[in-house]
């Protein structure tokens, strides 16, 4: 049984006595994948917390509170605040939007009282949310601070290979790079993240992940609340590993001291021994829920059994909103849900061991005020049209998701360097079904880039309510299978790949990664896009071309024939 009964109300004000459990106690747990069931283990650093009591004062800011030095302090508190990630603007000139990043590099609390080293964008930790508009054209100036390579992949866009993000468009250390793209994804929830060869893990965990909210002019996006930060919040899940000195973990070794702990942080703060507060001042509220962890498994449920009306899966919203009573995310996925709230609530994350170790139990990690007074008007009937493929003549391949010891390996191969790793060759207007055969017994998170999925079967079994959705992260449990289904649409290169992988972090870093090479018909093989953004990324594109030689090593040779960074 995993609910507790604590309603909100209480969990808000018992901080001091209950479930108080040692770090000892928690990690017993941990070994044994079993907390679950244990009930909520939430009140692991009281002994920190006391001391601490000092920061949380100063922190007790309002919903729009930056996740930087006041989450810092808020982390510490017994109840605080949800944090909202700031919503990062963007200044529009010439029908094109741009944004600003900077990853770098800060301190931040993981656990509380102790300070960690971090990462993040624009900030210490985490990443600001950015808001896209479909049919909007966007440019991103990234600059790279964190002392070593990396690259920022948007997660679920559909954007040109070459703007996507991927290994082959590292960059180096003070360089700037400048992906610009027409924004094609409908209303949905996406991310962004790293992705340069065996260091996704590493810099993840250590904070670089940030929101992505696509909006749209569909009727279903206008009847669904959007206010930022009042009626629609983000809720960023990062079950991490640390040790007692606060050095965040990513790799085997790290994950199997002794000393490393597996907190849960929510939009960067501990949730540990913290039940974070969210007073809704509208009736209906709408959560975006984002499992950004490197490999442990989400769910989301209410604390007394209660329904959540799920509206979106990775890729958009489904057919119709539809009630569930809880909400899975394997790493790297995203959902959608609405709550009309009539009267408190707490909401719970139940984690569960991904890897060789990491989290688990049950966490009540927010308690929703219910203040609103307003009756809002039903959700439309219909949110979406998805017209589901008949695959009967799309073109079929097996994925088989493969180890060799601590090698992990997609159709053979350890995708280690862009060189060694599996290719998977299309052309665009292809339509194709996959079976995804997980020959391991460990748990897998099966990653698409370039554009979204249908599920046509999962373990041999019919899809059936939210599997009907758009994907682009889906489970495939240990010996188990999915068929997916998609259609290659708008974009071909033929130098740049888009990637396939498991969205487990350490299993990517690890070789569970393959190479989507999507070239053009007869007629067209270069990057192959609609209208006026092409120019431009190709202009900016070229002219940096020199700039990007130093900011690729040897494994990314591919990616200094044409640019990918910029350091204007
Ligand atoms: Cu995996």
């Known amino acids: 049984m995993t609910h507790t009964s604590e309603p909100a109300s209480q969990a808000n004000s018992d901080s001091k006595g209950n479930h108080r459990k040692s770090t000892a106690e928690k990690r017993e747990h941990s070994k044994g994948g079993a907390a679950r069931g244990k009930g909520v283990h939430r009140r692991k650093f009281l002994g920190g917390m006391a001391g601490a009591g000092i920061a949380a004062v100063a922190a007790a800011g309002g919903a729009f509170s930056l996740l930087n030095d006041a989450a810092k302090n808020k982390a510490s508190a017994a109840d605080t605040t949800l944090t909202i990630p700031d919503l990062l603007e963007g200044t529009t000139s010439d029908g094109t939007t741009t944004f600003t990043l900077e990853a770098k590099t800060g301190t931040h609390e993981v656990i509380s009282g102790v300070t960690s080293s971090t990462m993040g964008y624009n900030q210490d930790f985490l990443g600001p949310t950015m808001k896209w508009t479909n049919g909007d054209v966007v440019l991103l100036n990234i600059t790279n601070d964190i002392g070593e390579d990396t690259t920022v992949h948007f997660h679920g866009a559909?954007?040109?290979?070459?703007?996507?993000?991927?290994?082959?468009?590292?960059?180096?250390?003070?360089?700037?790079?400048?992906?610009?793209?027409?924004?094609?994804?409908?209303?949905?929830?996406?991310?962004?993240?790293?992705?340069?060869?065996?260091?996704?893990?590493?810099?993840?965990?250590?904070?670089?992940?940030?929101?992505?909210?696509?909006?749209?002019?569909?009727?279903?996006?206008?009847?669904?609340?959007?206010?930022?930060?009042?009626?629609?919040?983000?809720?960023?899940?990062?079950?991490?590993?640390?040790?007692?000195?606060?050095?965040?973990?990513?790799?085997?070794?790290?994950?199997?001291?002794?000393?490393?702990?597996?907190?849960?942080?929510?939009?960067?703060?501990?949730?540990?021994?913290?039940?974070?507060?969210?007073?809704?001042?509208?009736?209906?509220?709408?959560?975006?829920?984002?499992?950004?962890?490197?490999?442990?498994?989400?769910?989301?449920?209410?604390?007394?059994?209660?329904?959540?009306?799920?509206?979106?899966?990775?890729?958009?919203?489904?057919?119709?909103?539809?009630e569930v009573t809880t909400i899975r995310l394997v790493a790297g996925a995203r959902a959608e849900f609405t709550m009309d709230l009539t009267a408190d609530a707490t909401l719970q994350a139940v984690i569960t061991t991904g890897w060789i170790r990491g989290g688990s139990g049950t966490y009540d990690f927010l308690a929703i005020t219910a203040s609103g007074s307003d009756t809002p008007d039903d959700l439309p009937s219909t949110l979406n049209t998805i017209d589901r493929y008949d695959t009967s003549d799309f073109t079929a391949r097996t994925i088989t998701l493969g180890q060799n010891g601590a090698t992990m390996l997609i159709n053979g191969s350890a995708g280690t360097t862009m060189a060694a790793m599996a290719m998977i060759s299309t052309t665009v207007g292809s339509k194709e079904i996959w079976t995804i055969q997980n020959s391991t017994q460990l748990e897998h998170s099966f990653h698409l880039h370039d554009v979204p999925y249908q599920l046509i079967s999962v373990n041999g079994e019919d899809p059936t309510g939210v599997q009907l959705g758009w994907y682009d992260t889906y489970e495939v449990v240990g010996g188990g299978s999915i068929k997916i289904a998609m259609e290659f649409t708008d974009f071909s290169d033929d130098t740049y790949m888009y990637m396939l992988h498991c969205h487990l972090l350490q299993h990517e870093d690890e070789g569970m990664m393959a190479s989507l090479m999507v070239t053009g018909d007869d007629t067209s093989t270069t990057t192959t896009d609609t209208d006026d953004s092409t120019a431009t990324a190709s202009a900016s594109a070229s002219a940096s071309a020199s700039a990007s030689a130093t900011a690729t090593d040897d494994s990314t040779a591919t990616a200094t024939a044409s640019a990918s960074a910029t350091d204007d």
Not at 164 to 180: C, H, I, L, N
Not at 212 to 237: M, Q, R
């Open 158 to 322: 559909h954007v040109p290979a070459k703007m996507d993000g991927g290994p082959q468009v590292a960059f180096a250390d003070g360089e700037t790079w400048s992906p610009t793209f027409t924004v094609k994804d409908p209303a949905t929830t996406l991310w962004y993240h790293p992705h340069a060869l065996g260091t996704t893990a590493k810099q993840a965990v250590h904070g670089l992940a940030g929101m992505i909210i696509v909006e749209d002019s569909t009727d279903a996006s206008a009847a669904l609340p959007s206010d930022y930060g009042v009626d629609d919040i983000p809720l960023i899940f990062q079950s991490l590993a640390v040790d007692t000195d606060g050095d965040i973990k990513y790799d085997a070794a790290g994950y199997r001291l002794s000393t490393t702990t597996f907190p849960l942080l929510v939009n960067g703060t501990n949730v540990d021994s913290t039940t974070l507060g969210f007073t809704a001042t509208k009736t209906r509220t709408r959560f975006r829920a984002l499992n950004a962890s490197p490999s442990d498994i989400i769910v989301i449920q209410r604390s007394d059994g209660g329904t959540l009306t799920q509206i979106s899966t990775d890729q958009g919203y489904l057919t119709e909103a539809t």
